[in-house]
């Protein structure tokens, strides 16, 4: 019997669909899904998804010679192909990108097995605002309004940011891609549901597809793509201007969205970026388009394609209206956690050297070290404490006396030397 899976689902994206939610959620149940029978990549010792797509499409990280990515597709479709389970899921969203020929190859790859495309696709009202901020948090420097007009306007399609967006986020053109190597039949679109519907209705519609028990993944994923508000949001594009894309991809990918980001999510304002009401008529059309093109080539759909119309949202924030003040707050806010980030990193490398080995010094000196301690604590609780602060205000006043009695005993001095009274 053969040991490759009857079955290979390929979630291609889109990019900002719940894509980072998913897969964190699938890493953390790769048990789980294995117990029914659906082999998810990339565990210990096993090559990464995103890496194996990386290689794939010949993709490098900016400034950086990253020796994981080279060999890692053979090394993934090898994974796959000898899992011995009946299903198996791959999932990255740069999937999306892929040149004909790569597409082409992708599905070969699984040859001896049947595969399915899965396409997540959400309102462009709401990806617009989504990827111009995943923009900024990557290093970019567009304002809204640059971003907007570039992606609005069809004469901008070669350029960045309007290329970039386009090729992630052109639902029909992306299947139509991926149908020249697997039949429409075999395409399936996942709609992400509405604002407030709960990241649980889009899990339970991809499970639905490949088949297994959303509720049975009940480990929590280590990490999310979380977001910020929009102030800090425009305090990291200023910073990435100031940078000048000094730092590779790896660098910045750490300090901004791996320390700055995730620190200034967990104190940003709850509300969240809307898309402007001037930049709505033009997206509505643009997605009337898009789903009148799915809908007339067939593929199975996961939700509802009504999902994808452009919605006004009253309780968010434009992207682009932050305050002097809120500027001001969250440069400080990220600061802060910087510099926090740095002493830890520091202390980390310096602490061994502080303090290996056994402290110097005599018993006089160890007594000295013991009253000093004392003492610093007996200020911390003064601080916090009325009654402990009047004990030492007794201390400090006989620390005065006693100061005012030596002064009084001690010898006169003029300019000629020390004189008796």
Known sequence: MSSHPATVFLHIGLHKTGTTYLQNLLKANREGLRAQQIYYPGGPGEPQQAFAVWDLQGRRPRGVHDTRIGGSWDALVEAVNTSGLPTALISEEHLSVSTMRQVKQAVASFRDSEVHVLVTARDLG????????????????????????????????????????????????????????????????????????????????????????????????????????????????????????????????????????????????????????????????????????????????VGDLDELRPQRQEDGRRPDDATVEELLEASLDALALLTEEYAALWWQRKRRTVEEGSEEGGLASRTRGAIFRSQRRAAGLADANPVAAGALRLVLRARDRARERALNRAPRTDSTGPTDE
């Not at 399609?157 to 290329?163: L, Y």
């Not at 709960?198 to 280590?222: C, Q």
């Not at 102030?231 to 200023?238: D, F, L």
């Not at 660098?251 to 898309?275: C, N, S, W, Y």
Request: net charge neutral; charged share 25%; glycine share 6%.
């Open 126 to 301: 709401r990806v617009a605002v989504s990827a111009w901020q995943e923009e900024v948090k990557n290093d970019q420097t567009w304002t809204w309004d640059q971003f907007a007009a570039a992606v609005r306007e069809p004469e901008e399609i070669a350029k960045s940011p309007a290329r970039g967006f386009w090729l992630r986020q052109d639902v029909p053109k992306i299947c139509e891609l991926w149908e020249a190597a697997v039949p429409a039949e075999r395409i399936t679109i996942i709609t992400v549901p509405p604002a407030g519907a709960g990241a649980g209705v889009l899990l339970e519609r991809f499970a639905t597809v490949i088949g297994f028990d959303a509720s049975s993944l009940t480990e929590k994923p280590a990490w999310s793509n979380e977001t910020v508000g929009v102030a800090a949001t425009e305090v990291i594009r200023r910073l990435n201007e100031r940078l000048g894309h000094r730092l590779n991809q790896r660098q910045h990918d750490k300090v901004i969205k791996r320390t700055m980001v995730h620190g200034l999510a967990q104190i940003t304002e709850p509300v969240r970026f809307t898309l402007p009401e001037e930049e709505l008529p033009w997206i509505t059309g643009r997605a009337e388009e898009m789903i009148a093109a799915v809908r007339s080539r067939g593929y199975r759909v």
